[in-house]
């Protein structure tokens, strides 16, 4: 089993940063691959980032690329999203998730794909 809890949204002008962080609970992080989805009122849930269990590979939608950077922890079972550049279409509840034990190279970037969700933070960015 794994809990996972974001934190770090906000409000912020357009071309700010915010980083967030997700804590997993669980013993199982280190062995996770981590993705980070957003949402946007009356949209379906998105694809942002995801990484690999050991670190070693990232994959991000095309329109953050550049922009938002990936990243974890395993000692601290912490994976970050750190986000530059906002621009307003960026506002979204922003949710971590995990996929225990993934097989491929790539993470996975498929809302099914993943086993366990945080309850999301809060990201607006105002022009």
């Known amino acids: 089993q794994v809990q996972l809890v974001e934190s770090g949204g906000g409000l912020v002008q357009a071309g700010g940063s915010l980083r967030l962080s997700c804590a997993a609970s669980?013993?199982?992080?280190?062995?996770?691959?981590m993705g980070w989805f957003r949402q946007a009122p009356g949209k379906e849930r998105v694809f942002v980032a995801a990484i690999r269990w050991s670190g070693s590979r990232t994959i991000y939608t095309d329109s953050v690329k550049g922009r938002f950077t990936i990243s974890r922890d395993n000692a601290k079972n912490t994976v970050y999203l750190e986000m530059n550049s906002l621009k307003p279409e960026d506002t979204a509840v922003y949710y971590c998730a995990a996929k225990i034990f993934v097989s491929t190279t790539v993470p996975p970037t498929t809302t099914p794909e993943y086993d366990y969700w945080g309850q999301g933070t809060q990201v607006t960015v105002y022009s």
């Open positions: 669980g013993r199982l992080f280190s062995s996770a691959a």
